[in-house]
T-cell receptor, first 114, second 113 residues
Framework: AQSVTQLDSHVSVSEGTPVLLRCNYS??????LFWYVQHPNKGLQLLLK??????LVKGINGFEAEFKKSETSFHLTKPSAHMSDAAEYFC????????????FGTGTRLTIIP | EPEVTQTPSHQVTQMGQEVILRCVPI?????FYWYRQILGQKVEFLVS????????KSEIFDDQFSVERPDGSNFTLKIRSTKLEDSAMYFC???????????FGEGSWLTVV
């Protein structure tokens, strides 16, 4: 069984300040972890993924995430928020062994204050 | 960059009607999926499809739902007799046989009235 908990349903930051979106996971196997972003009226776009290689993963648009097995966390960060980062962010887990099904978190809505 | 395309982008249908949502996965991909997102809720897995058969399905994917790959490019989701609670955004997705990155389409909004 696998699950994902996104600890904040809504995060607001000022433009130019750091972004932190928190995610904790639970998985019976060594998981693959993903962050997807959904802009208004758009589909799901892959930001980055962790698949048991480097624990610090860099993605698109300056985002990165660190896999911490001891804390079962995969938090998403960005040093400096941009107005275009305003969107819904989903932390997603899949078990690597025999299970292709993705399990989504409830999402975090990121608002950028000008 | 290759992408998953879905049609229609939005469909309104009357309760009890049949609906077919269409998807064109990325061309060299072999694994296909449908997910849905009811307004304000989580994105939920519906079904995965490989080698012309369903490989896994969720509890949501009951007898009202079916999937088909009628030709070499399209992947369809059929809802036989729609209910109000089927109103949701339906996402098609695909991946190739090497990586585990799943690519999503932009979704089809289904509104059942």
């Amino acid at each position: 069984a696998q699950s994902v908990t996104q600890l904040d349903s809504h995060v607001s930051v000022s433009e130019g300040t750091p972004v932190l979106l928190r995610c904790n996971y639970s998985s019976s196997y060594s998981p693959s972890l993903f962050w997807y972003v959904q802009h208004p009226n758009k589909g799901l776009q892959l930001l980055l993924k962790y698949t048991s290689a480097a624990t610090l993963v860099k993605g698109i648009n300056g985002f990165e995430a660190e896999f911490k097995k001891s804390e079962t966390s995969f938090h998403l960060t960005k040093p400096s928020a941009h107005m275009s980062d305003a969107a819904e962010y989903f932390c997603v887990v899949s078990a690597q062994i025999g299970n292709e099904k993705l399990t989504f978190g409830t999402g975090t809505r990121l608002t950028i204050i000008p | 960059e290759p992408e998953v395309t879905q049609t229609p982008s939005h469909q309104v249908t009357q309760m009890g009607q049949e609906v077919i949502l269409r998807c064109v996965p990325i061309s060299n991909h072999l694994y296909f999926y449908w997910y849905r997102q009811i307004l304000g809720q989580k994105v939920e897995f519906l079904v995965s499809f490989y080698n012309n058969e369903i490989s896994e399905k969720s509890e949501i994917f009951d007898d009202q739902f079916s999937v088909e790959r009628p030709d070499g490019s399209n992947f369809t989701l059929k809802i036989r007799s729609t209910k109000l609670e089927d109103s949701a955004m339906y996402f098609c997705a695909s991946r190739d046989n090497r990586g585990n990155t799943i690519y999503f389409g932009e979704g089809s909004w289904l509104t059942v009235v």
